[in-house]
């Protein structure tokens, strides 16, 4: 097997990232039945050695493209949703083999707000079960594969669509996040990965009946403007009624910023390599003009006891709404051990359910209160380098496992409970040659600073280059 996997060539999509796909179908330089062609290919050109489709629908794709295209700003891009999301006809199988396949009935709103931006949908991409790890991987089949080494992780739980859209098979493709799931696999892969503010995007059915809802629907692209224009897409679709308007961002924000760098985690300690590269950064933002400062974190460790509570109780809940969406089709005696442990932890926790929900719908306060003179906050998004396969693997006992991802994701959690945006962005390289990441976080509604940050980082900083001898 190839150590890197990628597709692109000299086809009709050649570099281009979907904001340049979508306006090259708009002036008629590339038809959208070329852009599916193309992406069909690519896609199956590297998904044999990537495994990153849950289920391929093609001939849809080709259907649509052969037709109107719409208005949507992405009109005619080939794109996939993850198999956590319904879209009628097509199964949901939420990355776990307790579910056998059998097609949803109707589009869960936030499948409807993603496909309503135009995009040709080519099928769906894998996840772990039900999200809650932050590898894909499972006990009962082969992993999906990180393009930039095919023996090392690609993060989680989007997993499926950072590996297809860093390969270049896809331009951009759907990703949502519960405590990391966009941010994790944008850092393993190279890419860009926006958490939007909670609620801002329509949600899955039923989470914002939960007493923390944590999952915020995106994007994993390539580039900073494909995340612009797809954040301005979306809010033209369905605006927030309860947040600021983000507007279409297209580079660099004029005004210099105060921005806290937070070095170190409550839970472990940090690798100095990853420390090094979030120093990298706060360099070039005070060489920019930016005002830094280093903070502590704002969250301690009573939080990750709380959050890894909540997270228990995430699976149990998810099991019972399988068995009442799936019926005979749920088998739970097929369900990872992870997941069944996950429950089992809540379970055996449960007396502590109700403080723990009384203080985690406390952080947004707190979460607010680390912006009141602050900007933004720098970050590691995770905080160690990738790891080869099998290190977040589900066959693992429950307790090492448990522990290795408390202490990997230590950064990305705060941001779900406290209801702000976030965004990972390519930096650097790490020791094992792997693409480098860092993290910012912003005030609850103000994913705008965050894209303008990104622009110029990404100006300051070009993002790595898969088809490149190193990141």
Not at 168 to 187: E, K, M, Q, T, V
Request: charged residues 20%; negative net charge; contains cysteine.
């Amino acid at each position: 097997m190839a150590t890197r996997v990628h597709s692109f060539t000299d086809d009709a999509l050649g570099t281009l990232d979907a904001t340049g796909i979508a306006e090259a179908i708009g002036a008629g330089a590339m038809s959208a039945a070329e852009a599916a062609e193309a992406a069909i290919a690519r896609v199956e050109s590297v998904n044999p050695q990537l495994g990153a489709t849950a289920f391929e629908c093609f001939d849809r794709a080709r259907a649509q493209t052969s037709g109107s295209l719409g208005s949507g700003p992405f009109a005619g891009v080939p794109s996939m949703v993850k198999d956590n999301t319904d879209i009628a006809g097509l199964p949901s199988c939420h990355g776990s083999a307790a579910i056998r396949p059998h097609p949803a009935k109707v589009d869960f709103p936030s499948g409807a707000q993603y496909l309503a931006q135009g995009f040709a949908l080519l099928g769906k991409t894998t996840l772990c079960e039900y999200g809650l790890t932050a590898s894909t991987e499972w006990v009962d089949r082969e992993p999906t594969r990180n393009p930039w080494n095919t023996y090392y992780s690609v993060g989680a739980s989007s997993g499926g669509s950072a590996a297809l859209v860093a390969s270049g098979a896809l331009p951009i493709a759907h990703a949502n996040d519960g405590g990391g799931s966009i941010r994790i696999p944008a850092a393993a892969a190279g890419l860009v990965g926006l958490k939007p503010s909670r609620e801002r995007h329509l949600d899955q059915p039923g989470v914002r009946r939960l007493p923390v809802n944590l999952v915020a629907e995106g994007a994993l692209t390539r580039t900073v403007r494909d995340t612009a224009r797809f954040m301005a897409g979306m809010e033209a679709t369905a605006p927030s009624p309860d947040l600021p308007r983000i507007g279409n961002v297209t580079g660099p924000g004029e005004r210099r910023l105060e921005i806290g760098v937070l070095r170190t985690s409550d839970l472990t300690t940090v690798a100095p390599e990853v420390v090094a590269t979030v120093d990298s950064v706060a360099e070039l933002l005070v060489a920019a003009g930016h005002r830094v400062s280093e903070i502590a974190p704002p969250a301690g460790v009573q939080f990750s006891r709380d959050f890894t509570l909540y997270w228990g109780l995430s699976a149990a809940l998810l099991m019972l709404e399988s068995t009442l969406s799936h019926g005979r089709h749920f088998d739970p005696r097929k369900l990872d051990p992870f997941t069944k442990g996950l429950a089992k932890h809540w379970a055996k926790n449960i007396h502590k359910t109700a403080p723990a929900v009384r203080r985690l719908r406390e952080i947004p306060a707190l979460y607010d209160a680390a912006f009141e003179d602050l900007d933004l906050i720098l970050s590691p998004t995770l905080s160690h380098p990738t790891p080869k396969l099998g290190v977040m693997s589900p066959a693992l006992g429950f307790e090492e496992l448990f522990d290795r991802l408390e202490k990997y994701v230590s950064f990305t959690p705060f941001n779900n409970v406290g209801g702000g945006p976030a965004i990972s962005l390519p930096h650097g390289a790490t020791s094992n040659g792997m693409p480098g990441s860092v993290h910012f976080s912003a005030a609850r509604g103000d994913e705008a600073t965050l894209l303008q940050i990104a622009f110029e980082l990404e100006e300051a900083s070009p993002f790595p280059d898969i088809t490149k001898a190193s990141p």
